[in-house]
């Protein structure tokens, strides 16, 4: 944990040792000066690989060659089984008091940003790009990866998958087993499989 701390973050922030990770975390790959605070450390800050509820206790693993910024002084939270790769010219936003229970995989080529007060239940993918490159017979690639952003106040249920140019409006539930493509309209709204609205002008508290 000391060491990734300094490797990976800046040291004056490296110093209040603000990402916390389990013992059984796997660090594939993390570049120097690869996690980012746009607010003055504290202890803990993120943490990787912590069993929340509902979870296997798996190992985690993370893979860091673009970005990673973190805002706010709040929790931010991935719990165990989390696999967090990001690409070398990716960038992983996120914002202030962020809970991921676990068994997810989030996995950047450009850009995910995810706003403040979100949570996330487990058995979850997030990916803005498709994986492999698909390509026409000139060489020309026609499948580029696209933003992917949460607006504050979501909550997303299990087993969601939420691909490439994907946008979720603020104060947002994201019903079990739903899958988005595409960005969504509406606010304080429930939404199901294939974007679909189900209910409207609904609070939900964490």
Known sequence: MIYFNFKCC?????VHFPVLIARNVGVSYCKRNTIR???????????????RAH??????????????VIKGRGTHAFGAGCFIGIGKNGILEIGDNFGCTGDSYISVSKHITIGK???????NVVMDYDGHSICL???????????????????MGCGCTILKGSAIPANTII????????????????????????????????
Not at 10 to 14: H, N
Not at 42 to 50: D, E, V
Not at 55 to 68: A, E, F, L
Not at 139 to 149: D, Q, S, T, Y
């Open 37 to 51: 605070f746009t607010e003055k450390c504290r202890h803990g800050m993120l943490t990787i690989g912590f069993n």
């Open 10 to 14: 800046q040291l004056s922030d490296a």
């Open 117 to 123: 007060n979100n949570l996330w239940s487990y058995n």
């Open 137 to 155: 017979r000139s060489g020309e690639k026609i499948n580029h990866p696209k933003e992917i952003c949460f607006g504050d106040n979501v909550w």
């Open 55 to 68: 979870n296997t206790g798996s190992c985690s693993n993370i893979v860091i060659k673009g970005k990673m």
């Open 175 to 206: 019903a079990s087993r739903s899958m988005i493509t595409k960005p969504l309209d509406g606010n304080n709204s429930i939404i199901t499989t294939q974007g679909k609205v189900i209910r409207e002008n609904i609070i939900w508290k964490p």
